[in-house]
């Protein structure tokens, strides 16, 4: 199961506390702030598969951590985005810029694989780092039912890692 780092050739599966806020990480901003990643987990214990059911960016301003996006999956899969408390419909065909810098926007998914559930995919330009995220239903059940149940997150990393980054990743 899920979740999974890839990187080139190489994957390596990691677990953390299902329901909890984890850091996964975080970076300096040109500006001397700090940006984080971090996301909250659910799985089956009986399976020990685990996945992403949200994904959440903050800014560190001075020891003042703010929320700026954090999407979710909805219980019919779908991304639910909210960037600086507004939500952002799936169907937006703008790029969104928060207060703090950070821009979204949302694009159809070219290579879109069998278990996405959308074919939309975010695009995060975090202030120095660039993420996509899209939804996918999990493939490991029989029942089509359970892989809903089982609808997550996905991220890619569209530019390399800032070298100023600390943490799981």
């Keep these: 199961g899920d979740p999974m780092f890839k990187y080139n050739d190489t994957s390596r599966h990691f677990w953390v506390n299902p329901g909890l806020l984890t850091p996964l990480m975080s970076w300096a901003t040109p500006e001397g702030s700090r940006m984080s990643l971090a996301g909250v987990t659910f799985g089956r214990a009986n399976?020990?598969?685990?996945?992403?059911?949200?994904?959440?960016?903050?800014?560190?301003v001075d020891h003042t951590v703010r929320d700026?996006?954090?999407?979710?999956?909805?219980?019919?899969?779908?991304?639910?985005i909210t960037l600086d408390g507004?939500?952002?419909?799936?169907?937006?065909?703008?790029?969104?810029?928060?207060?703090?810098g950070v821009k979204i926007a949302l694009s159809e998914r070219m290579?879109?694989?069998?278990?996405?559930?959308?074919k939309r995919q975010l695009h995060i330009e975090a202030l120095g780092f660039k993420i996509s995220v899209y939804s996918a239903k999990s493939a490991k059940f029989a029942s089509?039912?359970?892989n809903l149940d089982a609808a997550h997150l996905n991220m890619d990393f569209?530019?390399?890692?800032?070298q100023s980054a600390k943490g799981l990743f």
């Design 47 to 60: 399976t020990g598969n685990q996945w992403f059911n949200r994904i959440v960016v903050s800014l560190d």
């Design 68 to 80: 700026v996006l954090d999407v979710r999956t909805k219980e019919d899969g779908m991304m639910n």
């Design 86 to 100: 507004s939500q952002i419909p799936l169907s937006s065909q703008d790029v969104h810029t928060s207060a703090t």
């Design 111 to 118: 290579d879109r694989a069998e278990s996405a559930i959308s």
């Design 144 to 146: 089509s039912r359970e």
């Design 158 to 162: 569209e530019s390399a890692i800032p």
